[in-house]
């Protein structure tokens, strides 16, 4: 009886991990979806208000990608996006947690991470994805590029700010990085 017991048991954990996995991952890219992000950055978000620490968050865009479906198609604009979301979980400490934010966007929280230290790590990200050297004849440097947008909660800024603001911020130096010559880093 306790043998057939601890295999229930067992099969019920198995079980309630897959189902975890298909509320909080996204399918393609096999990282946490949006609705898992908005978990994670109020967590993170309040740990960094109790204990007076920072946290860093970018927001990655593949350039140009929408050129990229229609010159190669959308089998292999699926297989760039599952690319460089595997390339970040590389580049990445064990710590930092990446999201598919929406489309072709990608969101990471760096927990105890300060601006300087955040620009750091996405002109990484930048360079690794750029090195990489997959064709995009439609972008105008002829291969696969990422422009990101970083912004920062740290100590002392604003007590009253919420996650929401530093999503932003990290949003509108997206835009401006976008609006820019592309595959750069820009912050607020």
């Known amino acids: ?25 996204d399918y393609l890219m096999q990282i946490g979806n949006r609705r ?16 007076n620490r920072y946290y860093s968050i970018i927001v990655c865009d593949l350039d140009n990608f929408k050129k990229y479906n229609d010159t190669y198609g959308h089998q292999k604009g699926d297989y760039i996006l599952l690319t460089v979301a595997n390339l970040f979980k590389t580049l990445l400490r064990k710590t930092d947690e990446i999201f598919r934010w929406g489309g072709e966007e990608i969101i990471i929280i760096l927990p105890e991470q300060a601006l300087s230290d955040a620009l750091v790590i996405a ?3 930048r360079a690794e994805v ?3 050297a997959i064709e995009h004849k439609g972008n105008d440097y002829q291969v696969v590029t990422i ?8 100590p002392g800024k604003k007590s009253d700010i919420g996650w929401d603001n ?4 990290a949003d509108d130096a997206l835009y401006r990085a ?9 912050s607020v």
């Open 1 to 25: 009886m306790m043998v057939l017991l601890e295999s229930k048991h067992a099969e019920l954990m198995d079980l309630n991990k897959q189902l975890n996995d298909l509320v909080n991952v």
């Open 36 to 51: 898992f992000f908005h978990e994670r950055i109020e967590s993170t978000h309040q740990m960094a208000l109790r204990y």
């Open 123 to 125: 002109e990484s990200l």
């Open 130 to 132: 750029e090195k990489i």
């Open 147 to 154: 422009s990101c947008g970083v912004a920062s909660y740290f």
């Open 166 to 169: 530093v999503i932003k911020d």
């Open 178 to 186: 976008k609006e820019g010559k592309r595959n750069t880093v820009y």
